[in-house]
């Protein structure tokens, strides 16, 4: 059975009347041209001729071919051009084979001459099953390549067990020589040379799916291959690679146990940029231990490599966290190897490994590194740095370690601290280590430093040790002549004891007191035998005392051996309350300057007492301002002080009687031997008040003197409202450096009684100075009702050093006006003065025999009485 048809399409087209014109006729490609030939006995295989099902073999056959007529109108003839074109088709068919293939043929040849592709299906269960393509493309002559051929296997799976994924096979044939299309055509070239390439992938789940408990997901090998053949010889492979990737998983029962991940990939040939290498992870599932992911990875990289670009890593850590127990939480753990390459190509690597604890997660934490490495002329060298600590209940430990070993030396640095809390607290550190060597001309020297020490350790509720401890300074020399013994060191001793009871002090008082020391042991020699001396003892103690009523804090200290520039001494800070005397912070300091020597500028003893704040000595009596500073001095075998001492007094009525007065008692007249010179002294009676203190004054309330028969003329005491106020201020100095000693003194006394108000102020010294003589001021103020009035008094008195220009002793007293009822005194002047003879020389000395000062004296006034 067959059938032929054709359609012709013919378009004639007039261009015009210029040169250029041209009819054109063109024969297009049939539309439906067909030749279709069902043989007898190849339609049986699928069905009988007369069913409508698709039968088991199709064959079509299909051809085209174009004319074009052109024809120009300058031209007397016509040109025909033509092309043709046939197709096959092919199919077969069945339950478990599908097969197509398509060939195309164009004649002449544009671009392609013939074409083949199509495709093969296979499916018979638990077998083998598989979809397949072809194609094939024969070029026309001249074409780069002439001939190519891509056959590909998309999927493949045999016996349900493996399966081959993606596989391609490209191969492209290029002609040797030249052709021409009369001599090769359309034809295959007769020598060639080919290009291949394959490229696929096996899947084996399937495969290690059938073990007993494995299980296997994305378990697959990839594979690329590049090769060629000449046109003589034989086949050379350019390139190979290989990609191999894993997913299995071991079980124990339903629960899996073990799982492994990863990739291993190469290349060959390696070239620049490609690498060989693996990548694993590794799942634990343990029930003693939670095992998180462990990733390992090695890399080979090939061909050239910058400096600071490994050829060789090598990689394993874990990508979570560790728990392990309450110990600790592994928070990073991995170690590593990287291999680098010289510009010499000589190779060197770096090692580390490192680990760290995430901070607070356990009992224990730790932050570790080590590091190896042979980079320097391919010495090893290792550098390792730990810290960490370990807390459980009351005891904490801390640590760290640090070592360098490198080609130019060893050293190390290790320390620790241990705290322990309950029944003996305790605090201690630990610390050794040893430094690089420093160069002496020609000797090596290596120092080394060792220290234990007890921060604290409480032994008792109140008593506790505190800062005990040794260290010890060493450096050895290497290169010396002293053998074993060529080494010096220094060694150290403190501590600490102290006795505090603040906390809960017992009888009202409190006690923090202490004692501490220092002491050095010191070998600073190198030699083997030399003695080991004493380098340096101190001692310092303190204590700080307070009860209801009293306070103190005080210290000592002292240093041996005492050399100059150390300073001993001590210090006390008084607070007293008791009754109505009040001390706040009254502060006394004591200092020893050693080897101050021979010198009358830097002192060896000072002594200094100070108050920053009033002393109370009753409700109505204060000290202020009070100082005193005392510096001794040594030169030649002699001792000498300089100093002051001042300060402010104030007292009040019955602090005045404090200080001497009786307050508010005024002697009066009884009878007519009131001014009777065996009662009264020399003194005379000169005021109304009584000082007890003085002895010319004593003698007043003297009961001796009652009993001798002067009672009936001893005053009588009448008691009166009168305040009394008392301020004194005094400031005193002295230097016994200087010849003679100078002595000072400054003291101003404010007193008042009453209606009487007096203030004297005396300034005096040992200087000597003409210009400066000793001096006394003072006043009196009267404002008693009746009795009114005021009046000055002065006085001078200069030094016996012979100076004839200026006089020896000057006193006045002034009253310009003084009223006793209608009696009045107005303008009264008193003065004397005291000098040398008149017709003494200069530099007489009134000390001397039969020497006698001359004097002058002058007194005026008015005196009115009223009616």
């Keep these: 059975d067959g059938f032929f048809s054709a359609i012709a399409e013919v378009d004639v087209q007039a261009l015009g009347d210029t040169p250029e014109a041209a009819m054109l006729g063109r024969m297009q490609r049939a539309r439906e041209e067909e030749v279709a030939i069902r043989g007898t006995s190849l339609a049986q295989l699928g069905a009988a001729e007369e069913d409508e099902e698709t039968p088991a073999f199709t064959f079509k056959a299909s051809a085209a071919i174009n004319l074009t007529f052109a024809k120009e109108a300058t031209e007397t003839e016509m040109t025909i051009g033509w092309n043709l074109t046939a197709m096959i088709f092919v199919e077969v068919k069945t339950d478990t084979f599908h097969m197509q293939l398509t060939a195309n043929y164009s004649v002449p040849c544009d671009r392609t001459g013939a074409a083949v592709d199509g495709f093969i299906k296979l499916d018979v269960p638990g077998s083998i099953t598989m979809d397949a393509s072809i194609s094939g493309t024969l070029y026309c002559v001249g074409a780069e390549p002439r001939v190519e051929f891509y056959a590909a296997v998309n999927s493949m799976m045999i016996a349900d067990v493996i399966e081959l994924v993606d596989v391609r096979f490209v191969a492209k044939g290029y002609a040797v020589g030249e052709e021409t299309e009369e001599a090769g055509g359309q034809d295959m070239p007769t020598k060639m040379r080919w290009t291949m390439e394959v490229s696929g992938a096996m899947n084996f789940d399937g495969l290690l799916n059938m073990i007993p408990n494995v299980a296997s997901a994305g378990t697959e090998v990839k594979v690329y291959a590049n090769m060629s053949i000449p046109d003589e010889g034989s086949m050379t492979l350019h390139e190979v690679s290989i990609n191999f990737v894993f997913d299995l998983t071991v079980f124990s029962g339903t629960t899996p146990t073990v799982r492994l991940q990863g990739t291993v990939w190469g290349k060959y040939p390696c070239n620049t940029g490609d690498s060989i290498g693996a990548v694993v992870l590794v799942t634990l599932e343990l029930e003693a231990l939670d095992m998180p992911p462990i990733e390992g990875k090695v890399v080979s990289h090939c061909g050239e490599r910058g400096l600071t670009e490994p050829i060789l890593e090598a990689h394993l850590r874990i990508t979570e966290p560790l728990k392990i127990g ?130 604290e350790m409480q032994l008792t509720p109140e008593l506790r040790i505190e800062d005990l401890g040794v260290s010890m300074e060493l450096a050895m020399r290497s290169g010396g002549t002293a053998g074993a013994g060529d080494a010096k060191f220094e060694i150290n001793i403190t501590g600490t004891v102290r006795f505090d009871n603040t906390a809960a002090p017992s009888g009202g008082a409190s006690v923090d007191a202490h004692v501490s020391i220092f002491t050095s042991l010191i070998k600073d020699e190198w030699c083997g035998d030399c003695p080991v001396v004493l380098g340096k003892f101190a001692l310092e103690a303190g204590v700080n005392l307070t009860t209801p009523e009293f306070a103190m804090l005080g210290s000592v200290k002292y240093t041996y051996p005492c050399v100059k520039g150390d300073v001993s001494g001590g210090m006390a800070n008084l607070d007293v309350t008791a009754g109505e005397l009040s001390i706040k912070n009254f502060t006394v300091v004591v200092r020893y300057f050693c080897d101050s020597g021979d010198s009358l500028t830097m002192p060896a003893w000072t002594l200094e007492a100070y108050a920053t704040e009033p002393i109370e000595i009753s409700a109505d009596v204060t000290i202020e301002h009070l100082r005193m500073y005392v510096s001794l001095y040594n030169f030649e075998g002699e001792t000498y002080a300089a100093g002051l001492i001042e300060g402010h007094i104030e007292a009040g009525s019955s602090g005045a009687a404090r200080l001497g007065a009786v307050a508010g008692e005024r002697m009066q007249p009884r009878e007519h031997g009131w001014r009777d010179p065996a009662i009264h002294g020399d003194w005379g009676v000169h005021n109304h008040y009584a000082f007890h203190g003085f002895p010319r004054a004593k003698h007043l309330m003297d009961p001796e003197l009652a009993a001798l028969g002067h009672a009936a003329h001893a005053p009588r005491l009448i008691s009166t409202d009168a305040e009394l106020g008392v301020k004194v201020k005094a400031k005193f100095i002295f230097d016994t450096r200087t010849t003679p000693p100078l002595f000072g003194a400054s003291v101003s006394v404010d007193f008042s009684a009453g209606c009487v108000n007096i203030t004297i102020a005396v300034l005096a010294d040992t200087a000597c100075d003409p210009e400066r003589p000793m001096s006394l001021t003072g006043s009196l103020t009267f404002d008693c009702g009746a009795v009114q009035g005021a009046g000055q008094i002065s006085g001078s008195k200069w030094c016996n050093d012979g100076d004839t220009s200026h006089p020896l002793y000057e006193f006045a007293l002034e009253v310009p006006l003084l009223t006793m009822g209608e009696v009045s005194l107005r303008d009264f002047r008193a003065a004397v003065t005291f000098t040398y003879p008149h017709d003494a020389a200069e530099g007489t000395d009134l000390t001397a025999e039969g020497v006698t000062p001359d004097w002058k004296f002058s007194a005026i006034a008015t005196l009115d009485i009223g009616s």
């Design 326 to 455: 309450e110990l600790f939480e592994l928070a990073e753990l991995e170690a590593s190897l990287d291999i680098y390459r010289n510009a010499d190509g000589t190779e060197w690597f770096f090692m580390s490994l490192v680990g760290r604890t995430r901070p607070g997660s356990g009992a224990l934490n730790f932050d570790a590194a080590i590091n190896v490495t042979n980079e320097h002329e391919g010495a090893v060298e290792v550098v390792a740095d730990v810290t960490g600590s370990y807390a459980a209940d009351g005891m904490l430990i801390e640590f760290r370690g640090f070592l360098s070993i490198t080609t130019q030396c060893a050293e190390f640095e290790v320390s620790g601290h241990l705290a322990l809390t309950g029944g003996l607290p305790l605090n201690a550190t630990i610390l050794g280590k040893m430094k690089c060597p420093v160069a002496d001309k020609d000797d090596k020297i290596t120092n080394f430093t060792f220290v234990a020490m007890v921060e």
